[in-house]
């Protein structure tokens, strides 16, 4: 099953708090949430993994 993972905008002129991004099986090994942009804001810096 290929990886879900959640994700928080931290900028404070974002009303977004939290998005899911679904994965395919494809996704390179070595890519992360620094590749992402917040699909509200545009910010990239910003976005921060939900650790469990």
Do not use: R, W
């Amino acid at each position: 099953m290929p990886p879900t993972e959640e994700i928080v905008c931290t900028a404070e002129d974002c009303f977004l708090d939290l998005f899911e991004n679904h994965y395919t099986y494809d996704v390179p090994d070595d890519f992360d949430v620094s590749e992402l942009s917040c699909p509200v804001c545009g910010g990239t810096d910003c976005l921060k993994p939900v650790e469990l």
